[in-house]
């Protein structure tokens, strides 16, 4: 069975992503796994002469049992007081003791998991990406993309995504992974390159981009060019403007958009309502396909 992870360490933030993620659950026809992590090892004070805190964390797995308990029934009354025709999920959860990241690499392994879901900080979501560590060791080696809901995000529809690209060669595949689905889901994609500069350099790697989406049959999808020096307030700004309900991007540990994002020190460029990213892994198993020549898309 095809399943959404949906992290959460029970925060305001990450029950907001949960709960605006059940449109995603409904357009992917997906069952959900709520999962939480823990720590099982004693925690002894600072101060010499103390007692190890061994009482408390011991209670820890049977709370974080109880709070996910008590999540997993609210997200099947708010499914079940929607249309009777909306599709109703398989909800479970699960606990375990470790790190976020081990768990979840042995979730991959043992799980159909298409997604995974997590909320980003109050702030901002880029600036939660690329500066959470939670968030960025689950990116970083995950096999499947991670949605990353910001706490003062709106989803609540799913009609268009963009995706940034700096003419990376897995951006292909990425490309065409996101036609797969917004052909099942039915939203339109805007591929945008963003970059500093005018770079002639490219020319050869975009006509073969264009080339790739003007191949791909049965979705709706444009091409856009993004430039200037402030590439981050640029492209929350067209993001805005174009209506997006989604920004895309693939995750490259050393890349043009993962150095950009990093070397940005405007904070209030990242501050306020943003919308929900979805970070796609370089180095997953995405369908190769190979450049046809091909009359390009239009550019507005």
Known sequence: MKTILMLTDFSENATHALKSASLLVEKMQAGVLLFNSYYDHPIFPVYGGGAPVIEQLLLRKEESTVKLIKLTNQLKHMFARQSKNIFKPVIEYMVRKGSVYSNVQLLLKEKDVVMIVMGGSSNS???????????????????CPVMVIPGKSAFNKLNKLTLATAFELSDINAITYLADLGKSIGFEIDVVHVSTSAEKDLLVQERAF????????????????????????????????????????VHYKQGFLSTLFKQSTTKKTLSGRHIPLMIIPFNNNLQQTSFELHEPVKQL
């Open 125 to 143: 979501s880029l600036e939660h990406l690329f500066f959470g560590c939670d968030t960025m060791e689950v990116i970083s080696n995950s096999t």
């Open 210 to 249: 264009l080339n790739h989406i003007n191949a791909l049959k049965d979705v709706r999808i444009t091409y856009h060019r993004l430039q200037g020096k402030d590439v981050i307030k640029r492209l929350n700004r067209y993001c805005k403007e174009n209506g997006s309900d989604i920004l895309a991007l």
